[in-house]
């Protein structure tokens, strides 16, 4: 079961100063992502100011506000929204108890970790001990890991809380959330819109800022896809610069865990604290792991042009026919910007790029076919009765795995039978060579490449659930990079007509094997300096706004 085992628009902003009826002695602020960090001075800003991680580190060593407070607020606010969101499958009975641990220490002056007090979620095919890690499946339902995974590990040792386990597509496998075998999650932009998938749960839940950071899992775009439709940074990083060791397993040489944040800092600080070698994960990487919160300049600090001489390729055949209009505007308004702060844009070409979708869907699904065989009621998940161990097998896959899961296992069965595995799945590891040295290419002329996130923005819930070649089809940005192991950066850049105030539209970046260090500088940068943008959903942020 585990992946390393065996494996221009008017936005509604959110209130600024929010007096919770937890706190009636002094208002508790809610930092927006372009609002300085309480009490600090210009000087003090060498951390950037929209870092909600590092401004809530401050103003619990400053005595502001205290984790308790921070926990209740933010439970108040998941309280408020879920109900429309369907962002969570479970929430975690322990949030309050481990942020009075963490009260308790900052009083005695003991050392807290950087992540002290920040509530992060986590998506439901990533283990955890005390909740339940069901990958959005029946077969799995009511499963309680004994374990952590590494990932999950990290985060609580240096001081993260848990908030609860995010919806998603069944065990990864889908690009809306509606594949879930529970719920179907809702956009915070427009709630009768998909979220993306299949972290949309995760990507949601940063959204409405239920919580202050989320992990994902990222196997042909499932991080990078739902941030640009919920209009918040995610990081899918390099294959093995993140502990696979207690990922459920979809696609084993594709996994990743990825991260969601509000701001590009509190993305790479979440990467930070989870990354590095793993015994656990003999694919883990051994590489060093640089200090990117180093990267996160403070907007007061930058120069005029803060990216001169950075060389950067637009790749020609994401903006070609088949993406809409309104993405096409937005990511040549985001490469004219990047052009503002000192970068050299070209079109560059990758000639093997439509390729990869077919590859990756033949790839994808050989894996999961294999990976997914252990789900049989015996060795693991719910069991079903039966008279005989054929029917007990039969019976508890049945009803166990959803459709989409059953299509996939199918495809990849097919795939790897003894007549037709040099035909597709020998033919796709080809194709996937031919990927990798593309952009090692395209990658050795330029620093970093950009491309749209996702051929549209967010879309109607169930406008594509009878269409899934049209569905698997808005993958096609971002499995390229996976089949390629590299590094991708998405952030909001702009805006398409849709919904009551327009839905966002995400930017990808794609770097160098291990080079998260430069996307994320660079991310950071275009962020600081982009002018007229808000992302806040309007809605979540006005029925927030409401109930105050």
Known sequence: MLSAMQHPLSLSRFPRHISSSFSKSRPFHILSSAQPTAGLSVADQSPPSNSQILSIRHSLLSGHFTATQLAEFYLNRLKLTEPQLNSFLHISNNVLKEAQEIDDKIKKKEEVGPLAGVLVGVKDNICTADMPSTGGSRILEGYRPPFDATAVKRVKELGGIVVGKTNLDEFGMGSTTE??????????????????GSSGGSAAAVSARQCVVSLGSDTGGSVRQPA??????????????????????????????GC??????????????????????????KQEVPDYASQFISATFL?????EGLRVGLIRETIDEGVDSGVKSAIHGAASHLEQLGCTVT?????????????????????????????????YGNQVSADELNSLYEDSRAKGFGPEVKMRIL???????????????????????????????ALDENDILISPAAPSAAYKIGEKTSDPLAMYAGDIMTVNVNLAGLPALVLPCGFVEGGTDGLPVGLQMIGAAFDEEKLLKVGHVFEQTLQGCKFVPPLIADKIADSY
């Open 179 to 196: 594949a879930s075998a529970f719920k179907v999650t809702a956009n915070p932009w427009d709630l009768s819109r998909v979220p993306g």
């Open 228 to 257: 640009s439709f919920c209009g918040v940074v995610g990081l899918k990083p390099t294959y093995g610069r993140v502990s696979r060791f207690g990922l459920m397993a979809y696609a084993s040489s594709l996994d990743a865990i």
């Open 260 to 285: 969601f944040g509000s701001s590009v800092a509190d993305a790479g600080i979440l990467l930070h604290a989870i990354s590095g070698h793993d015994r656990f994960d003999a694919t883990s990487s």
């Open 303 to 307: 120069k005029s042009r803060p990216l």
């Open 347 to 379: 079109e560059v070409s990758l000639p093997s790029f439509s390729l990869g979708l077919p590859a990756y869907y033949i790839l994808a699904s050989s894996e999961s076919s294999s990976n997914l065989s252990r789900y049989d009621g015996v060795r």
């Open 411 to 441: 495809m990849g069965t097919y795939a790897l039978s003894a007549g037709y595995y040099d035909a597709y799945y020998k033919r796709a590891q080809q194709v996937r060579t031919l990927i990798r040295e593309s952009f090692k290419a």
